[in-house]
């Protein structure tokens, strides 16, 4: 069995015990940063050397981009990875960070609600604190009932289980330009809280009001990523904001600024930008 403590060995009872402290301190922790005073800045990293930075350099908290794990294993996002490849890629990191851990699952690496669950398993048991999981699948939104009975699948077998665990379920109204992509979002988190999930994610939301509105409409922390034109951590703030995902953004100023370098290399024809 793999987990925070290590891989390749069997767990005796009193690993058992610690893992599951482990487990319950680290959900706890998770939790409480989704109401201190500030939005959690969730540093989203691809592997264990991005991950070491983000913890290094004063993040609380972490978890992985999808679009960036895949792509640095050569795959396109939207499960084209195997999650296999997955598990092993956080088992990694997981190793080598302290920090609360999360995980971008995407649609959940599975058609069926018990195939997602034994998923999730695999990941609680490597020491995750949480997931994110979305609500469309190759650009299509899953109808609303059908995610909502997902999540509340996943929520019922966590508690039978006693697995302390952070469900972000994300929302792609916006991501996907629905016709009212807000009221379409409202009705969603509606389902989606009534059935268990932890928080909330309207991915590619971006206007204050509509943001002011969501916030307005749960009792569940609101997670949003940053776009073009986005205001400052004061003032999402303000607006109710509980998490502030980095999504793939971090991973593609590394990508932004290795192609600088390697120009500069090549136009100057000397090593100076590596220094």
């Not at 989704?34 to 691809?46: A, D, K």
């Not at 990191?93 to 699952?105: A, E, G, N, Y």
Request: proline fraction near 4%.
């Amino acid at each position: 069995m793999s987990n925070a403590f290590g891989s390749g060995t069997l767990l005796t009872t009193d690993d058992s015990r610690s893992l599951n402290i482990f487990l319950m301190n680290d959900f706890q922790k998770f939790l409480q940063l989704h109401n201190g005073t500030s939005p959690l800045l969730l540093g989203n990293c691809w592997d264990v050397s991005s991950a070491k930075l983000l913890e290094e350099n004063g993040f609380k908290a972490i978890g992985t981009s999808s679009a960036a794990v895949a792509r640095s294993l050569g795959y396109e996002d939207g499960e084209k990875m195997p999650f296999k490849l997955l598990l092993e890629t956080v088992k990694r990191i997981r190793q080598h960070i302290s920090l609360p851990f999360s995980v971008d699952m995407e649609k959940g690496y599975s058609d069926t609600a018990d195939g997602i669950i034994e998923n999730i398993q695999q990941l609680y048991d490597s020491g995750i604190a949480g997931i994110n999981i979305e609500d469309s699948k190759n650009r299509k939104l899953e109808p609303a009932a059908s995610f909502a009975k997902t999540l509340s699948a996943i929520a019922s077998r966590l508690a039978q289980k006693n697995m302390p665990f952070f469900i972000n379920a994300r929302t792609d109204a916006f991501l996907l330009q629905a016709p009212d992509p807000l009221n379409e979002t409202l009705e969603r988190i509606k389902l989606y809280e009534s059935a268990g999930a932890s928080g909330i994610f309207p991915a590619f939301i971006k206007e204050e009001a509509d943001i002011k509105t969501v916030v307005a409409s749960t009792a569940l922390p609101v997670n949003v990523l940053p776009m073009p034109g986005f205001p400052g951590i004061a003032a999402l703030t303000n607006w109710g904001v509980r998490r502030i995902s980095l999504g793939s953004g971090l991973f593609n100023a590394y990508k932004r600024d290795t192609v600088n370098t390697i120009t500069k290399i090549l136009e100057q024809q000397s090593f100076d930008a590596l220094f």
